[in-house]
């Protein structure tokens, strides 16, 4: 399974990005997805996940609210939708593939993506 993240950039605070993780593979479209990110300085962090069938989702806590996780199997591709950005959500965004699990450890994931940079301006 190889991952591609994509969208990130330099974005204002209080607005809003989508994040795109594209999955090629011939069984990618069966595992569970999540999205996590590491500021600098700082240890990743889990935002969401969503499972194969999209009917189960997992998000952080401290993050439910501004971070939207979804899915479309037409383009094999998983989003998180990001809104009223804050200075303290810069960070590079990871996209990760798991085998039945949505949970929050980084080391059950078995695939990750190259990461996408997201720079929120005060």
């Known amino acids: 399974v190889q991952l591609q993240a994509s969208g990130g950039g330099l974005v204002q605070t209080g607005g809003s990005l989508r994040l795109s993780c594209t999955t090629s593979g011939r069984t990618a479209s069966r595992y569970d997805m999540g999205w996590f990110r590491q500021a600098p300085g700082k240890d990743r962090e889990f935002i969401a996940a969503i499972n194969w069938s999209g009917r189960s989702i997992n998000y952080a806590d401290s993050l439910k609210g501004r971070f939207t996780i979804s899915r479309d199997y037409v383009k094999n591709t998983v989003y998180l939708r990001v809104s009223t950005l804050k200075p303290e959500d810069t960070a590079i965004y990871y996209c990760?593939?798991?085998?039945?699990?949505?949970?929050?450890?980084?080391?059950?994931?078995?695939?990750w993506g190259q990461g996408t940079l997201v720079t929120v301006s005060s």
């Open positions: 990760a593939a798991a085998r039945d699990y949505i949970g929050t450890t980084g080391e059950l994931y078995d695939y």
